[in-house]
């Protein structure tokens, strides 16, 4: 069971709880494999997006996932919002809730928003992502995708390249990873490297061939500009000629390395686009796993207590749990 009344973050789950979502969630992928993709486990229920900053992948995936289960979604951009207007979140978060939404999905460009509105409201809330925070979705579905691929997480070694100082996606991956039993190397220029890495359990190198020397999974993150308040590298072009994957440099890895990216890539700088839509690339089945994700997330923390849409949907049995759980630590 998933007892956590929130979804904020990936630190303080548990194992059990990660591997629980993951199960959950694979589940729920092969409604979307169906001709009519819908079942009607969430219906009258009602879903917020509120997004206080623009996301494309991350929006349309938790509205098609509401969908898909026949809840109600309403988006709200900050564009569109009375944030405009001068209300603060506060306002905003009072006012959702006299309308009686089920959950509320919150990105927000400060860390901690999610922690605030969850304490604001009487309803579920689901961290998409808060400054430089988490990003706590897009970890589970990088890890749905590992699993599917490799069999388990344990074991494997990953190797997360660009901009870490800025990422919400590498620290959510960081702790979901280890906590799974993988071996993290975070991968990039000095002056984008989080000064006190040695925490959170991971490898740290600066040259990316030897960063990804033997790894199983390559992960190329976004170089995040809104959120440097300063100039950290000298140029771009010049991250380019040392930080991009390309297949040269992929060489390096495990013959059967995983390529992935939380997008929107910017291709040529934090990957070459032979590479991006090589077969080695498993970035469209991340956002494809994207969608059951969410699903399962929405499920477990609106409709505990009831049935999954259909039999084939119900719960691995206990005995299936326990052994796939000693497979993947």
Known sequence: MFTHRHLLGIEGLSQDDLLFLLETAETFREISEREVKKVPTLRGKTVVNLF?????????????????????????SSSTSSATKGETLLDTARNLVAMRPSVIVIRHPSSGAPHLLARLVDCPVINAGDGTHEHPTQALLDAMTMRERKGQIGGL???IVGDILHSRVARSNIFLLTALGAKVRLVGPPTLLPPDF????????????????????????????????????PSVEGYARHFCITAAVLAEASPEV????????????????DVADGAA?????????????RMAILYLLTAQGKEMPEERHEPMREERLTKRRAVSR
């Open 258 to 273: 995983l390529v992935m990216h939380p997008g929107p890539m910017n291709r040529g700088i934090e990957i070459a686009s």
């Open 281 to 293: 690339s498993v970035i469209l089945d991340q956002v494809t796993n994207g969608v059951a994700v």
């Open 157 to 159: 070694t990953v190797a």
């Open 198 to 233: 040695q925490r959170w359990g991971a490898e740290v190198h600066t040259n990316l061939r030897s960063g990804l020397a033997g790894a199983d999974v390559v992960m190329a993150l976004r170089l995040q500009h809104e959120r440097q308040d300063r100039n950290f590298l």
């Open 52 to 76: 206080y900053e623009s996301s494309t992948r991350t929006r349309t995936s938790f509205e098609i996932a509401a969908k898909r289960l026949s809840a109600d979604a309403v988006n709200i």
